[in-house]
C-alpha cells in the first residue's frame, strides 16, 4: 500500500469522557480479557480432545473460538498498554494493521454466523441426508471460504481509508484505528469515500443478516411440524444459542456504523463491548451449556498433565 502521508504516528486518546477512570477501565478491561481467552481456550480444547464432537457443528464452533480469541487482541492489548500509564502513540504502519485485522476478523465471524445457520438449517431440515451435505470438504470450503471473503472485504476498506493523505493533527479521538475515526484526520475531501465505505460495511452485513433470516425462517417452518413437544423444544434449544450470537453481534454494527449521527462515547463504550464482552460470553452462549462439552472439558481438566500413556 503506497504511503503518503506526512504523518508516521497517531495518538490514542482513548475512549471520551474517562479521565480519570483509566486504573479502574485498566483492571476491567483486562479481566474481560482474560476471561475471553480463557473461555474460548477452554472450549477448543474440549472440542479438540473429545471425538464425539468432531461433527460440523463443533467444528464451525472451534472456528469461532479461534477467531474470538484473536479478534480482542486487535485493540486490547494496546488499551491496556496504555491505560497502565504507558505511551498512548501507535505507529502509522499499527494504525493500518489495527483497522485491517479488526474488519478482517470482524467480517470473517458475520460470514462465520452466517455457515453456522446454514449447517443448522441442514441439521433441522435436511437430518437424514446432514451427514453428506455438510462433509468434510464442504465444511473445509466454507470455512476457508469465510476467511477469504473477510480478507477481500478488509483490504479493500483498509485501502479505502489509507489511500488518503494524513498531514495532521494525528490525535485519534477513540481507543483504537477505526475507519470513522480516521476519515476525521485525512487531508482530504472524505465525503464521496464515507458513502462508499458506508454502504460496503452496511451492505455485507444486511446480506449475511437476510441469508440467516431466511435460513431461520425455514428452521421454524421444519420445527413447526414436528408432533411432539419434546422434539419442538430440543429443535428450538439447539437455535437459541443461535440467535443469541447474533443478536449480541449484529447490535453493535448497527449502532456503531448504520446510525445518521454518531456519538463518539456511545460508539466506543458499544464497540468495548463488541470487542471484549461479545467474544467473553460466546462460549458460555454456546458451548459451556452444553453437556457434551462440559462432560469433554471436565474430562480433560481431571486428567493428569503427566499421566503415563497406555501400552
Not at 144 to 165: E, K, N, V, Y
Not at 186 to 193: G, I
Not at 259 to 270: G, I
Request: hydrophobic letters at 50%; one cysteine or more.
Amino acid at each position: 500500500m503506497r504511503n503518503r502521508s506526512v504523518v508516521t504516528q497517531f495518538i490514542l486518546l482513548g475512549i471520551p469522557n474517562t479521565e480519570g477512570l483509566e486504573t479502574m477501565l485498566f483492571v476491567l478491561f483486562l479481566s474481560f480479557y482474560i476471561f475471553t481467552l480463557m473461555g474460548n481456550l477452554l472450549i477448543l480444547l474440549a472440542i479438540i480432545s473429545s471425538s464425539r464432537l468432531h461433527t460440523p457443528m463443533y467444528f464451525f464452533l472451534c472456528k469461532l473460538s479461534i477467531f474470538d480469541i484473536f479478534f480482542p487482541s486487535v485493540s486490547s492489548p494496546k488499551m491496556l498498554f496504555y491505560l497502565s500509564g504507558n505511551s498512548r502513540a501507535i505507529s502509522y504502519a499499527g494504525c493500518v494493521s489495527q483497522l485491517f485485522f479488526y474488519h478482517f476478523l470482524g467480517c470473517t465471524e458475520c460470514f462465520l454466523y452466517t455457515v453456522m445457520a446454514y449447517d443448522r438449517f441442514v441439521a433441522i431440515c435436511y437430518p437424514l441426508r446432514y451427514s453428506i451435505i455438510m462433509s468434510h470438504r464442504v465444511c473445509a470450503i466454507l470455512a476457508t471460504g469465510t476467511s477469504f471473503f473477510g480478507c477481500i472485504q478488509a483490504t479493500f476498506l483498509t485501502t479505502l481509508t489509507f489511500q488518503l493523505p494524513y498531514c495532521g493533527p494525528n490525535e485519534v479521538d477513540y481507543y483504537f484505528c477505526d475507519i470513522p475515526v480516521m476519515l476525521k484526520l485525512a487531508c482530504a475531501d472524505t465525503s464521496a469515500l464515507e458513502m462508499v465505505g458506508f454502504i460496503s460495511v452496511g451492505l455485507m452485513p444486511l446480506s449475511c443478516f437476510l441469508l440467516i433470516l431466511t435460513s431461520y425462517s425455514c428452521i421454524v417452518c421444519s420445527i413447526l411440524q414436528i408432533r411432539s413437544a419434546e422434539g419442538r423444544r430440543r429443535a428450538f434449544s439447539t437455535c437459541s444459542a443461535h440467535l443469541t450470537a447474533i443478536l449480541l453481534f449484529y447490535m453493535p454494527v448497527v449502532l456503531i456504523y448504520l446510525r445518521p449521527t454518531p456519538s463518539p462515547w456511545l460508539d466506543a463504550t458499544v464497540q468495548v463491548l463488541n470487542n471484549l464482552v461479545t467474544p467473553m460470553l460466546n462460549p458460555l452462549i454456546y458451548s459451556l451449556r452444553n453437556k457434551e462439552v462440559k462432560a469433554s472439558l471436565w474430562k480433560v481438566l481431571r486428567k493428569p498433565a503427566f499421566a503415563p500413556e497406555q501400552l
